[in-house]
Structure formats: C-alpha cells, structure tokens
C-alpha cells in the first residue's frame, strides 16, 4: 500500500507532498470556484470573472497572509504551481483550437482595422504609463526590481493590448449576438485580435530577454521561434490531415486520435518553453494548426474531453495560485491614482482604439461603440498574461495586483455597457434580419412552421402546403428553436451549441424531402436560443409570413400568434400523420374563422385528392357549401364512415371552437370570404 505521504520532486524546494492536504484543497477549490461562477452568473457576469474572484478570495487579500497561509501550506504550492500549468496548456490548446480563422473572411478590412487600432493605442497608450511609473516619484516603486524599462514599457504596452477571445465568444453567445452581423465581426475583429497580441507578447518577451530557465541553450536559441512556426504551418499542419482522414475511418475519436493530439499539445509546449518563449504559446499555435476542413466533429469531440477536465478541476487551481499573488490589502491609498491611470488606458485605449478603426471603415457608430465595448474583454486571457509577466519579473506584485483588478473590471463591465449600446431588442431584429437575409426574398407567399421536438411535423408540412393552396413562389419556413439550456461559460466552448444546431437540421432534413416531394421549397432555421419565444416573435415580424402553423403545445404559441397578422393553423398536439385517402371534415361557423377554417379544409381537399365534408348550419355555413359545390369540389353531405377499416377524418374547425383536431384563425380584421373568387390551389397530381 502507498503511503498518503511522498517526497516531493520539487528542486530545491525540500517540500514533502502531503497528498491527503494536497486532494482536500482540490476538492476545496473546485467548490468554491464553482459556487462563486454560479452567483456571479445570476447576475448576468460571465462566470470565469467570480471564478477568478474566488481564487482572490481565498489568497490573502480577503483571507490575510496569516490564515491564507494556514489553509494553503508553502509547502504545497509547487504541486499546486504544476496542475494549474497543465491547465494553463490544455486551456490555451482549446483556445486555439476554438479559434477559426474563417470568422475574418468576408471581413479582412475592418477586422484588420479594428485590430490593429485596438491594439496599437492600448499598447502606445501603456508604454506611456510606465514611463510615468518610472519617472514619478510617488510611483516609481511599482517598476519591478530586475526588469530594464524597455522589458518593463513593453509588457505593459502589451498587457494593455490584450482581448479574451474565448470570453468574448462566451458573451456574444449568452446574449445571442453570435447570428448577427455586429457579432461576426466582434469575432472576426477578436481572432485577429488573438493572432496579433500573442505575437506582439511573444516578441516582446523575446526583446525583455527572459528564457525558459534552460541556460544551456545559446542566447540565439530565440531567432528559432520563426522557423518552428513556419515549421508548424507547413509542415506539422498538412502531416494533421491524417487525423481527419483517421477519424472518417474509425467514425469516433479512438485513443490513438487522442494521444497523437495529446502528446503533439505537449510536445508544441514543450518546445516553444526550451527556446525562450513561454509553454502557453506552444499549446496554442497546436491547437490553431489543428485541421478544420471537414473537421467539425473531429475538433467537437476532443473539446468534449479536454475542455471539462481543463475547466472544473485544472482552472480552478491556476485562479487560486493567482489569487494567491494578489493582496488588495497590501495597496494602500498611494495605490489609488496609479490604479485609476491603469483603468483609464486599459479602457479607453481599447475602446476608442476599436472604435476609430471600426469607423475608418464606414461601420456605424453604434456598431463601432458596440464593438468597442467588447473588445475591451479580457478576463482569463489577461490573467494568464499577467501571470507570465510576474513569472519573468516583468511585474511588480503590487502592479500585478492592481492589473489583475484591471481584468476584472474591464471584463464585468461589458455586458451591462453592452445593454445600452446594443439592447436585446435591437439583437433580436438583427438576428431576424439575418436569418431573412439567409432565405432570400425570392418567394412570394411565405408559411412559418414551429417545428416541435417529438411531434410529428410532418403534419405541419401537409398543413403549411394545404395553407398555400397552390400559389407559386412560395416556400415553407421551419422554426427549430430549442432553449439554450445551460449557462455559457469559459471551457464548455460554442462547439457544442454548434453541434446541437446540426442535430436539429439534421432531424428537419426529412421535412425539407417531405415538402419537395409536395412540389414546395423547405427550409430550416435551427439553433439553441436563450429567448426562444422573443426570437420567434422577431422572426415573424421580419418574415411576415402569409401563415403561421403549429403545435397546440407549443410554449411559445400565443405570443407568436398575437404577433402575427395572417391566418394561423393549430394542430393539437399528438395528432398523426393523417392517411393519404383520410377525408376532411370541416366544423363551420358563422364568422371570418370558420371562413378560414373552411377554406383551408377545401386547400386540404383538393390538394390530397380526397371528399371534403363541410359541416354546420346558418346562411353563411350552407352560402360557403354551395359556393364550393358550384366550382366542382368533391363535396360530399354523407358522414364520415367511423368504422374500424376507415380512414380516419381531417377535422378541421375554427380556432376557438371546443374541439381537437387541427383549428384556424383567420386574418386579422379579415373579411368575409367569398368562396366564388378564394383561390382553392391545384388538385393534386396522380
């Protein structure tokens, strides 16, 4: 049996590893992180921000030094040190797996823009302030001891320069900003961003000097960092095509899929530390070289594995040695200007960085506002940043106290500035706009489709052809919104949602060949939605269509019907596909929607080749039989036979009849149908 208690393999730190103390503080930390992700996230905060919050929470600056030490041994940190750096790889190989150059295209221009703004002023903007460090005699201390200024002004410049990516998408996903056009270009604008401040920090830690700790390498070793990208992208990146290929193969991600992406991410890491960079950059560059051609399942499914154990336990333990490093406490008032001075640069720099480059580009100054509130989040990327600055000496920690409160504010204010510059509503028609924008404008008369999940929608489609009654163009719109479900956070990845959005189409493709089959175009819009019946009701104000069908049980029904102009068709839930020989029986009544109810009942008729039975009494009702009659419809006054060999019936009544079946709504402030002109459509083909 092993002993709980095992001699550490930390040089020089004579530490001895209790692992009892060691799994206890893990299991500590995980809860706290989480719990704290969970509060922060009621709120409408991204969770990382109070999962970073609790790894400060439990350092010294709410703790004391005395008691912080008490519940987290010197002694144990190292081991501590190792797990969050395993963290700190896994996550920024996500990160760069995440990261699809294909968001820029189509966007180069204000993309580059955006990017290079944002960054060039932030950056300038920190060079600056740490020249006042320096040169100020009431700041001067803050300049870290064995750093020379240029190290020192360009880490800041580049610090200040910093977007979180994987935050960012978090946000626009959560508020449902992804589908628009000022999302796209928020992600075009932080991929660029991404590629270019990484590089940007790389040189600069090449410039400062700082080396991997392995002094047996010549000072040269760093002018390797360009050959073993170049060496990456050409080389490395093509020989990965055999991890798609393999995975088609095998139709799953196997274990030796895995350890070939696995040891790769180690090896990129490994290698990028021995030449004088940093590991995380190694991590990264793998997982941005990974394949993405024909990939998608292949990257979902190692995002699956690596993410949870990345985020619930590896994270947690890099915010808690963070968190370890700051003491608030140790600021004093001296401390407040140079903090405000570093908010001011952080905030205003990026913003009017993005914002000037956005508008250079003709983007409306409510989108560039927008835009430029969002690049100015930074969250877990800029604590990792900051983490390598300390790590290299680049930072005092009082500085790197005071940055760190930085990341915090920058990234908690986002979402409520974001509210005011681009409100919910305005996303809402936006992403309605671009979904029209996805179907085209060719079809003339248009019937909307909520779609539900274990239903048979297949009667929807016959009901929606039925509503058309033959007009040409047309098409049917199928609504397939499912609730997002779960809170959107740093490491559960859009890969996911991306995968749940496939699944539904992939389930709707058989309504889009049911439809062909009726000689009338499908289409799908399917995706998670935080606000189903907002996006719903804004979908029919910008589609307007000529009808809406759907579920009796459908959540979001009343809301969508009260927004809808046109006449409406509920199926009650459960009811089959009706046989291709059922007859339909139509419950009229004496007003527009037994009108509508009727005409819908002839359109179902004709179009299935089938008897219609109009029932009812009153001198509209037997007006609305003859009028039928006279233009030649099998109109039949037999009952329908109920026997156990007959088809069963298509009842059809108006909508607020006491009865099942399928009920009609006319239009609003419809007329009265003259059924001697109403077009009844096509009969159906043989």
């Known amino acids: ?34 719990a704290a992700g969970m509060l922060v996230a009621k709120v409408g905060v991204p969770p990382v921000v109070g999962e970073i919050a609790a790894g400060v929470m439990l350092g010294p600056s709410l703790l004391g030094m005395e008691l912080s030490g008490d519940l987290f041994p010197v002694d144990q940190r190292s081991f501590l040190e190792v797990l969050a750096s395993l963290g700190l790889v896994l996550f920024m190989f996500v990160v760069g797996l995440e990261l699809d150059i294909s968001l820029v295209k189509g966007r180069e221009k204000v993309a580059g823009a955006v990017s290079v703004s944002s960054i060039f002023l932030p950056f300038t903007l920190g060079i600056g302030l740490a020249y006042l460090f320096i040169n100020t005699d009431a700041t001067e201390a803050l300049k870290p001891a064995e750093a020379d200024f240029w190290p020192f002004a360009l880490f800041m410049g580049a610090a200040m320069s910093i977007t979180a990516f994987p935050v960012l998408a978090r946000i626009l996903t959560d508020r ?70 393999a995975y088609h193969r095998a139709g799953e991600l196997t274990p030796a899929i895995l350890t070939v992406v696995l040891v790769g991410m180690l090896l990129f890491a490994a290698a990028t530390e021995v030449i004088g960079i940093h590991y995380i950059f190694g991590a990264f560059l793998f997982g941005a070289i990974i394949p993405h051609e024909q990939a998608a399942a292949l990257r979902h499914e190692i995002l699956v594995r690596l993410e949870q154990i990345s985020v619930l336990l590896l994270l947690p333990v890099f915010f808690l040695v963070s968190g370890l ?195 009338v175009p499908v289409r799908v819009i399917a995706h998670p939605s935080a606000d189903v019946e907002q996006d719903l009701v804004e979908l029919v104000g910008v589609l307007q269509p000529q009808g809406l069908v759907a579920w009796s049980d459908d959540p979001s029904l009343d809301a969508v019907a009260a ?99 399928i009920r009609v709504r006319a239009e609003l402030d419809a007329a009265p149908t003259d059924f001697s002109t109403v077009s009844l459509g096509e009969p159906a083909r043989a």
């Open 1 to 34: 049996m092993l002993d709980h208690t095992v001699l550490a393999a930390s040089p020089g730190t004579g530490a001895v590893l209790d692992f009892a103390v060691v799994l206890a503080l893990l299991a500590l930390i995980i809860v706290v992180a989480r």
């Open 563 to 661: 927004a809808n102009e046109s006449p409406v068709v509920v199926a009650t839930a459960g009811t089959p596909l009706p046989d291709d020989d059922a007859p339909v029986v139509v419950h009229a009544t004496n007003d527009t929607d037994g009108d509508a109810a009727t005409v819908l009942g002839a359109r179902l008729a004709l179009a299935r080749g089938t008897t219609l039975e109009v029932r009812g009494d009153g001198r509209r009702v037997n007006a609305a039989r003859a009028a039928l009659q006279a233009r030649g419809l099998p109109l039949t006054d037999t009952p329908t036979d109920p026997g156990p060999l007959a088809a069963t019936p298509i009842e059809v009544t108006a909508m607020f009849a006491a009865s099942t079946g």
């Open 325 to 519: 490093k700051v003491n608030i406490r140790g600021l004093g008032v001296e401390h407040v200007l140079p903090l405000l001075a570093i908010l001011a640069v952080a905030i205003i720099g990026k913003y009017v960085g993005a914002y000037v480059g956005a508008r250079l580009q003709k983007v409306p100054a409510w989108q560039a506002s927008a835009l430029g509130l969002l690049m100015n989040t930074r969250g877990l990327t800029e604590l990792i940043i900051l983490n390598v600055g300390l790590e290299k000496g680049l930072l005092s920690e009082e500085l790197f106290t005071m940055m760190v409160l930085m990341a915090l504010v920058t990234t908690v204010m986002t979402g409520p500035l974001l509210g005011f510059a681009y409100p919910q509503r305005r996303v809402a028609r936006d992403i309605a706009e671009a979904e029209r924008a996805a179907l085209g404008e060719e079809a003339v008369d248009r019937i909307l489709v909520l779609a539900r999940d274990g239903q048979d929608n297949r009667l929807l489609v016959d009901l929606a052809v039925g509503a058309l009654g033959g007009a040409r163009p047309a098409e049917i719109v199928i609504a397939d919104l499912t609730p997002q479900g779960r809170p959107l956070e740093v490491g559960t990845g859009m890969s996911l949602d991306l995968a749940e959005m496939a699944a539904a189409m992939e389930r709707q493709q058989v309504l889009v060949h049911y439809g062909e089959e009726r000689g």
């Open 176 to 245: 449902r900003m992804q589908r628009t056009e000022t999302g796209g270009l928020a992600l075009a604008c932080a991929a660029t961003d991404d590629i270019i401040a990484w590089t940007l920090l790389a040189v600069v830690l090449a410039i400062a000097g700082v080396d991997g700790g392995h002094g047996h390498l010549p000072s040269w070793a760093i002018y390797l960092a360009v050959p073993f990208v170049l060496l990456a992208i050409f080389v490395v990146r093509p020989a990965l095509g055999g991890l798609t290929k």
